[in-house]
C-alpha cells in the first residue's frame, strides 16, 4: 500500500515591506553629505579635546605649579642677597631692629622707636596681621580683577537665566504646534502560487506625526544652587589667598634673615638710617 503525503497542497506566502527614500536633487543631496561630514568633524574634535583636556591638567598643572613656585622662590632670594638688597621689601621692623634701636638708644645716639602715625602706615612691626600702604595697594591690585571677573560671572549667570526662560518659551509653543498630516499611499501585491494570479491592492491614508515629539525637545534645567556654590568657594579662596599675600611676604622676610644674618645687619643699618633722614627732611620743613 502506497503511502500518501500526508500534506498534498503546500503554499508558500511571501511578504515584504521594505520602505525606501530617495532625494533626486543632487545639489541639496550633496549639501547634506558635505553638512553631515562637518557635524562628525566637529564632534572628533570636541571629543579629542574633552579627552585630552583632563590629562593636561592632572599631569602638566601641577609640575607647571611647583615650577612656578620654585622660580618665584630663587627670584626673591635673588634679589634679597644681591648688590640692591638694603632696599629690597625694607619696610619691616624686626625684633633684630628693635633690639638695634634700643642699643643706639643706650649709646645716647639717635633712636626712632616708636614710630609716628605717618611712619606706621609705611613700616610695621613684624610678625602681624598689620599691612604697609604698598601690600594695601598690591592687595587692590589683586582683587581688582577678582571683582571684574565676578562682575562678569554674574553676566554670565543673567544670560543664562534669560536663555532658561527662553528655553521653556520655546518649547511651551512647540508643544502646541499642530501635527503633520502626511498623504501616505500604500501598495500591495499578491502573488498565489496554485493560480497564476497577480493582484495589486492600493490604498491611501492619511498619517498624522507630531512635529515635536515630548522627549525629543530638551528640558532646561536651572541649577543656581550649585552654580552658586562652586562661585562661592572660588571667591572664599581668592579671598584667602589675597590677604595672606602680605603675610607669606612677612615669613619669607623671616626665614630669609635667619639664614642671611649679615645681609639682615645690612638692611637694619640702612633702614635706620633712612628713617632718620626721612625725620630730618620733616623736621626741617617743619622749622
Known amino acids: 500500500m ?14 515584504e515591506f521594505t520602505p525606501s527614500y530617495s532625494i533626486s536633487d543632487d545639489t541639496l543631496k550633496q549639501e547634506l553629505n558635505d553638512t553631515k561630514r562637518e557635524i562628525q568633524r566637529v564632534a572628533n574634535q570636541i571629543s579629542f579635546m574633552l579627552n585630552i583636556l ?12 611647583i615650577l612656578l613656585v620654585c622660580f618665584g622662590t630663587v627670584l626673591f632670594i635673588k634679589h634679597f642677597v644681591g648688590p640692591h638688597n638694603a632696599k629690597f621689601k625694607n619696610t619691616y621692623i624686626t625684633k633684630r631692629f628693635i633690639t638695634f634701636d634700643e642699643h ?20 610695621v612691626t613684624i610678625p ?22 565676578l562682575c562678569v560671572w554674574l553676566l554670565f549667570a543673567a544670560v543664562d537665566y534669560l536663555f532658561y526662560w527662553l528655553f521653556i518659551y520655546v518649547n511651551k509653543h ?36 507630531s512635529l515635536f515629539k515630548n522627549n525629543c525637545i530638551p528640558q532646561p534645567e536651572l541649577h543656581l544652587s550649585t552654580t552658586w556654590l562652586q562661585l562661592g568657594i572660588i571667591i572664599f579662596f581668592l579671598i584667602i589667598f589675597g590677604l595672606s599675600s602680605g603675610l607669606l611676604t612677612q ?3 623671616l626665614v630669609s634673615n635667619s639664614f642671611y644674618p649679615d645681609v639682615e645687619t645690612k638692611r ?20
Open 2 to 15: 502506497a503511502n500518501l503525503p500526508t500534506n498534498p497542497l503546500s503554499v508558500t506566502i511571501k511578504h
Open 54 to 65: 583632563p590629562c593636561i591638567g592632572q599631569k602638566v598643572l601641577p609640575i607647571v605649579g
Open 104 to 123: 643706639q638708644k643706650q649709646q645716647q645716639r639717635p633712636c626712632l622707636l616708636p614710630l609716628n602715625k605717618k611712619e606706621r602706615k609705611n613700616y
Open 128 to 149: 602681624s596681621f598689620s599691612f604697609t600702604r604698598k601690600e594695601r595697594k598690591q592687595m587692590q591690585h589683586f582683587f581688582l580683577p577678582v571683582f571684574i571677573h
Open 174 to 209: 512647540l508643544q502646541e504646534l499642530p501635527d503633520l498630516e502626511i498623504q501616505l499611499r500604500l501598495s500591495q501585491q499578491k502573488n498565489s502560487l496554485i493560480i497564476v494570479m497577480n493582484e495589486h491592492i492600493a490604498k491611501n491614508d492619511l498619517l498624522k506625526i
Open 251 to 253: 615669613l619669607k622676610i
Open 268 to 287: 637694619i643699618h640702612y633702614l635706620h638710617a633712612k628713617l632718620l633722614k626721612e625725620r630730618a627732611k620733616i623736621q626741617q620743613k617743619a622749622d
